[in-house]
C-alpha cells in the first residue's frame, strides 16, 4: 500500500516547570512540586474543569498537553476522529506507589477508590478523551525509553488506514516528581515531516 506523506503539525514539551509550545515558551514557574506547577497552569490559562484537580499527576501532565495542541483544533460542534498514541517507561507507579501505602499499614488501611482509579496508566486516555469528547482509537504503551520509531509507524499506520484524522501522541513519563511530557500532533498538514529523525529532534530540543 502506497503511504501519504505526514507531518508533524504541532508540539509541545513539558518538563522542569516549563511548558514549551511549538517551540515557544509559554509558561514557567519556579514553585516546587509538579502538582503546584500543575494549578499554576490551570488558574493562568483559565481551564474550567473541576475534575483536573481529582487526577494524579500523570493525567494531569497528559490532560495539559493535549489541552494545548487539542483545544485550537477541536470542533465542539462535530465528532473529531483523532487517535491517542501515548506511551512512558513508569507506567502508574507513582500512583501504584501511593496506593499501596494506603493498604500496607493495618492501622492506617484506607483504600481510596479515588486513588486506585489511576493504578492503570491509560485512564490518563480517558481523561483526555472524555474532555475533548473523543470517541476514537486510543492505545497507551510502556518502553525503557521514547521509542520514536514505534511510535511513526503506529501513527502512520492509524492515518493511512483511516482509523484517525489525526493523531496526537505523547510520551508522558512521571516518577517522585520527576517528569517529562512530549507530545505532537500528526496530520496531513504540517511543515515538518513526520519521521523518526524527525521526532527525535523534537523530542530533545
Do not use: R
Given at each position: 500500500?502506497?503511504?501519504?506523506?505526514t507531518?508533524?503539525?504541532?508540539?509541545?514539551?513539558?518538563?522542569?516547570?516549563?511548558?514549551?509550545?511549538?517551540?515557544?515558551?509559554?509558561?514557567?514557574n519556579?514553585i516546587?512540586g509538579?502538582?503546584?506547577?500543575?494549578?499554576?497552569?490551570?488558574?493562568?490559562?483559565?481551564?474550567?474543569?473541576?475534575?483536573?484537580?481529582?487526577?494524579?499527576?500523570?493525567?494531569?501532565?497528559?490532560?495539559?498537553?493535549?489541552?494545548?495542541?487539542?483545544?485550537?483544533?477541536?470542533?465542539?460542534l462535530?465528532?473529531?476522529?483523532?487517535?491517542?498514541?501515548?506511551?512512558?517507561?513508569?507506567s502508574?507507579?507513582?500512583?501504584?506507589?501511593?496506593?499501596?501505602?494506603?493498604?500496607?499499614e493495618s492501622?492506617s488501611?484506607f483504600?481510596s477508590?479515588?486513588?486506585?482509579?489511576?493504578?492503570?496508566?491509560?485512564?490518563?486516555?480517558?481523561?483526555?478523551?472524555?474532555?475533548?469528547?473523543?470517541?476514537?482509537?486510543?492505545?497507551?504503551?510502556?518502553?525503557d525509553?521514547?521509542?520514536?520509531?514505534?511510535?511513526?509507524?503506529?501513527?502512520?499506520?492509524?492515518?493511512?488506514?483511516?482509523?484517525?484524522?489525526?493523531?496526537?501522541?505523547?510520551?508522558?513519563?512521571?516518577?517522585?516528581?520527576?517528569?517529562?511530557?512530549?507530545?505532537?500532533?500528526?496530520?496531513?498538514?504540517?511543515?515538518?515531516?513526520?519521521?523518526?529523525?524527525?521526532?527525535?529532534?523534537?523530542?530533545?530540543?
Open positions: 500500500m502506497l503511504e501519504n506523506k507531518y508533524i503539525h504541532s508540539t509541545c514539551v513539558i518538563q522542569k516547570n516549563k511548558i514549551v509550545l511549538n517551540g515557544e515558551s509559554i509558561f514557567s519556579e516546587e509538579f502538582n503546584d506547577f500543575a494549578k499554576k497552569f490551570y488558574q493562568e490559562f483559565e481551564i474550567a474543569y473541576p475534575k483536573f484537580f481529582k487526577m494524579d499527576s500523570l493525567s494531569k501532565l497528559a490532560f495539559i498537553g493535549a489541552e494545548l495542541l487539542l483545544k485550537p483544533i477541536i470542533d465542539p462535530k465528532e473529531n476522529n483523532i487517535g491517542l498514541l501515548f506511551a512512558n517507561k513508569s502508574s507507579l507513582d500512583t501504584d506507589v501511593k496506593y499501596q501505602e494506603s493498604i500496607s492501622e488501611y483504600p477508590p479515588a486513588v486506585f482509579v489511576y493504578t492503570l496508566p491509560n485512564i490518563c486516555l480517558g481523561e483526555i478523551s472524555i474532555k475533548h469528547q473523543l470517541k476514537s482509537e486510543n492505545s497507551f504503551f510502556i518502553f525509553t521514547f521509542n520514536s520509531s514505534f511510535m511513526e509507524n503506529y501513527a502512520n499506520v492509524l492515518l493511512n488506514i483511516k482509523k484517525a484524522d489525526k493523531v496526537l501522541c505523547g510520551w508522558v513519563e512521571y516518577f517522585n516528581e520527576e517528569y517529562k511530557g512530549f507530545f505532537y500532533l500528526v496530520s496531513d498538514e504540517g511543515e515538518i515531516e513526520h519521521t523518526k529523525n524527525n521526532i527525535e529532534i523534537e523530542f530533545n530540543k
